[in-house]
């Protein structure tokens, strides 16, 4: 019986002397050994250093609020003229995609879009061929799809943009060149003189 009351004695102070290791008060902050520090402490980066905000996204993703990726390779110059607009444009994308035209490329295919910009003029400038017409000739049947297919890769001399403008810009461009074009006034008043649109 000793015996048993003195098993019982000193299961009572181990119970007590564990429960009291365990409970140190209200604000413990000093627990035991962590398991895994880099765990429990995480490493801090700076997200704004030079080799993190130069990583390129996970590939197969999207950027919020960016337009789908364009799956066209730089051969499938056909399959562009295919390519439907995906923005819905307004009269202030057209006004966006002149300013975004003259500051990338009026200075070779001229604020006119005429191929006579700063770089050429009439064969005086430090290029001597001239920049695509892109209200007259060949260039101005490119419908918007062939267009931004030829800012997305190139074509010839002119090199690729992709890098300078994202997909949105070189859409909102690619209609105001077509806005400017022979013929796209008449385009954009026919669904406004159509006698069958209810009223």
Not at 115 to 129: E, H, I
Request: hydrophobic share 40%; with cysteine.
């Amino acid at each position: 019986m000793k015996r048993t009351s003195n098993i019982l004695i000193v299961a009572a102070l181990a119970t007590g002397a564990f429960l009291a290791a365990c409970n140190r008060g209200e604000h413990n902050r000093k627990p035991g050994r962590i398991y895994m520090p880099d765990m429990y402490e995480s490493r801090a980066y700076e997200f704004y250093s030079a080799r993190l905000s130069g990583l390129k996204p996970v590939e197969g993703t999207v950027k919020r609020g960016e337009l789908l990726p364009y799956h066209l390779k730089e051969s499938d110059t056909a399959l562009a003229n295919l390519v439907k607009n995906p923005l819905t444009i307004t009269p202030a994308d057209i006004k966006e995609g002149g300013r975004l035209f003259n500051i990338y490329c009026g200075i070779c295919h001229g604020t006119a879009l005429d191929g006579n910009g700063p770089l050429y003029r009439d064969g005086n400038g430090p290029f001597s061929a001239k920049p695509a017409d892109l209200v007259a000739g060949a260039k101005a049947g490119y419908s918007e799809g062939r267009l931004f297919h030829v800012m997305t890769y190139g074509y010839n001399l002119m090199g690729s943009y992709a890098s300078q403008l994202n997909r949105e810009q070189r859409w909102i461009i690619a209609a105001y060149i077509k806005s400017k074009q022979p013929g796209a006034a008449a385009v954009a008043a026919a669904p406004a003189n159509d006698s069958t649109a209810v009223k």
